[in-house]
Protein backbone atom coordinates (compact mmCIF):
# COMPACT_ATOMS: atom_id res chain seq x y z
CA UNK A 1 0.00 0.00 0.00
CA UNK A 2 1.16 3.29 -1.09
CA UNK A 3 1.73 6.20 1.58
CA UNK A 4 1.44 10.26 0.36
CA UNK A 5 5.54 11.72 1.93
CA UNK A 6 5.60 15.45 2.58
CA UNK A 7 8.85 16.76 3.38
CA UNK A 8 8.87 20.62 4.98
CA UNK A 9 12.43 22.74 5.59
CA UNK A 10 11.59 24.44 9.04
CA UNK A 11 13.51 27.15 10.57
CA UNK A 12 12.95 26.32 14.04
CA UNK A 13 12.34 22.59 14.42
CA UNK A 14 10.21 22.65 18.36
CA UNK A 15 8.09 25.40 17.31
CA UNK A 16 7.16 23.15 13.89
CA UNK A 17 6.77 20.47 16.14
CA UNK A 18 4.52 21.35 18.26
CA UNK A 19 2.43 22.67 15.72
CA UNK A 20 2.04 19.48 13.57
CA UNK A 21 1.65 17.20 16.51
CA UNK A 22 -0.90 19.62 17.09
CA UNK A 23 -2.51 19.85 14.43
CA UNK A 24 -2.30 15.68 13.42
CA UNK A 25 -3.30 14.97 17.60
CA UNK A 26 -0.46 13.26 18.11
CA UNK A 27 3.80 13.34 18.51
CA UNK A 28 5.62 12.09 16.15
CA UNK A 29 6.50 8.76 15.21
CA UNK A 30 10.10 10.26 14.94
CA UNK A 31 12.01 12.63 16.98
CA UNK A 32 15.93 13.13 16.01
CA UNK A 33 17.52 17.04 17.17
CA UNK A 34 16.80 17.82 13.35
CA UNK A 35 14.12 15.74 11.93
CA UNK A 36 10.56 14.80 12.74
CA UNK A 37 8.49 12.13 11.28
CA UNK A 38 4.74 11.81 11.77
CA UNK A 39 3.45 8.17 9.76
CA UNK A 40 -0.47 8.64 9.95
CA UNK A 41 -3.09 6.63 8.59
CA UNK A 42 -5.71 8.94 8.54
CA UNK A 43 -4.73 10.68 5.93
CA UNK A 44 -2.27 8.34 4.79
CA UNK A 45 1.15 10.04 4.84
CA UNK A 46 4.49 10.13 5.87
CA UNK A 47 5.57 13.90 7.11
CA UNK A 48 8.80 14.86 7.86
CA UNK A 49 10.23 18.66 8.94
CA UNK A 50 13.89 19.36 9.31
CA UNK A 51 16.08 21.66 9.86
CA UNK A 52 19.01 21.32 8.42
CA UNK A 53 20.04 24.85 6.71
CA UNK A 54 17.43 24.26 3.97
CA UNK A 55 15.45 27.26 2.41
CA UNK A 56 11.86 27.05 4.55
CA UNK A 57 9.26 25.17 2.62
CA UNK A 58 8.19 22.60 0.54
CA UNK A 59 11.49 20.32 0.31
CA UNK A 60 9.99 17.88 -1.66
CA UNK A 61 7.16 15.12 -2.39
CA UNK A 62 7.04 11.45 -2.60
CA UNK A 63 5.73 8.36 -2.24
CA UNK A 64 6.38 5.28 0.14
CA UNK A 65 6.15 2.24 -0.84
CA UNK A 66 6.01 -1.27 1.02
CA UNK A 67 7.76 -3.90 -1.71
CA UNK A 68 10.17 -3.38 -4.05
CA UNK A 69 7.49 -4.76 -6.56
CA UNK A 70 5.80 -1.44 -5.42
CA UNK A 71 8.62 0.41 -5.73
CA UNK A 72 9.16 -0.75 -9.95
CA UNK A 73 5.38 -0.03 -10.26
CA UNK A 74 6.42 3.17 -9.09
CA UNK A 75 9.01 4.25 -10.97
CA UNK A 76 7.45 2.40 -14.56
CA UNK A 77 4.50 4.85 -13.71
CA UNK A 78 7.35 7.84 -13.47
CA UNK A 79 9.04 6.40 -17.12
CA UNK A 80 5.49 6.29 -18.78
CA UNK A 81 4.70 9.90 -17.46
CA UNK A 82 8.05 10.61 -19.51
CA UNK A 83 9.82 12.33 -16.11
CA UNK A 84 13.39 12.30 -15.64
CA UNK A 85 14.34 9.38 -13.05
CA UNK A 86 17.36 8.90 -11.51
CA UNK A 87 17.96 5.69 -9.04
CA UNK A 88 19.64 5.73 -5.80
CA UNK A 89 19.99 2.56 -4.01
CA UNK A 90 20.61 1.78 -0.62
CA UNK A 91 20.38 5.72 0.01
CA UNK A 92 20.73 6.72 3.72
CA UNK A 93 18.45 9.92 4.56
CA UNK A 94 15.84 10.94 7.18
CA UNK A 95 17.23 7.74 9.27
CA UNK A 96 16.44 5.22 6.89
CA UNK A 97 18.04 3.00 4.24
CA UNK A 98 15.74 3.30 1.09
CA UNK A 99 16.07 2.38 -2.20
CA UNK A 100 14.51 5.47 -4.43
CA UNK A 101 13.52 6.99 -7.30
CA UNK A 102 14.01 10.69 -7.70
CA UNK A 103 12.08 12.89 -10.41
CA UNK A 104 11.07 16.89 -11.07
CA UNK A 105 7.80 17.59 -11.95
CA UNK A 106 7.10 20.28 -14.97
CA UNK A 107 6.83 22.31 -12.20
CA UNK A 108 9.93 22.11 -10.52
CA UNK A 109 9.08 20.26 -6.90
CA UNK A 110 10.90 17.20 -6.34
CA UNK A 111 9.47 13.93 -5.74
CA UNK A 112 10.78 10.62 -4.59
CA UNK A 113 9.44 7.11 -4.95
CA UNK A 114 11.04 5.14 -2.43
CA UNK A 115 11.32 2.30 -0.35
CA UNK A 116 12.91 2.01 3.40
CA UNK A 117 14.71 -0.62 4.28
CA UNK A 118 15.66 -0.25 7.93
CA UNK A 119 16.00 2.74 9.90
CA UNK A 120 19.63 3.89 10.87
CA UNK A 121 21.18 6.19 13.38
CA UNK A 122 21.98 9.48 11.22
CA UNK A 123 20.68 11.51 9.00
CA UNK A 124 22.92 10.72 6.03
CA UNK A 125 24.34 12.32 3.34
CA UNK A 126 21.42 11.50 0.94
CA UNK A 127 20.16 14.86 -0.95
CA UNK A 128 17.22 15.79 -2.81
CA UNK A 129 18.25 15.12 -6.73
CA UNK A 130 18.08 18.39 -8.26
CA UNK A 131 16.76 17.88 -12.04
CA UNK A 132 15.56 20.10 -14.38
CA UNK A 133 11.35 20.11 -14.93
CA UNK A 134 10.27 18.60 -18.03
CA UNK A 135 8.84 21.56 -19.17
CA UNK A 136 10.35 24.86 -19.89
CA UNK A 137 7.70 26.55 -21.48
CA UNK A 138 6.98 29.15 -18.33
CA UNK A 139 10.81 29.45 -17.53
CA UNK A 140 12.41 32.91 -17.38
CA UNK A 141 14.77 33.16 -20.64
CA UNK A 142 18.07 33.99 -19.36
CA UNK A 143 18.92 36.94 -21.86
Not at 26 to 54: H, Q
Not at 69 to 84: D, F, N, R
Not at 94 to 113: F, L, R
Request: with cysteine.
Amino acid sequence: MKRLHIHVAVDDLNQNIQFYSGLFQTEPTVLEADYAKWMLDDPRVNFAISSRGRKPGLDHLGIQVESDTELETVQHALTSAALPIVPQKQATCCYAQSDKYWTVDPQGIAWEAFHSLNTVPLFGDDDVIQLEPVSICCKPSST
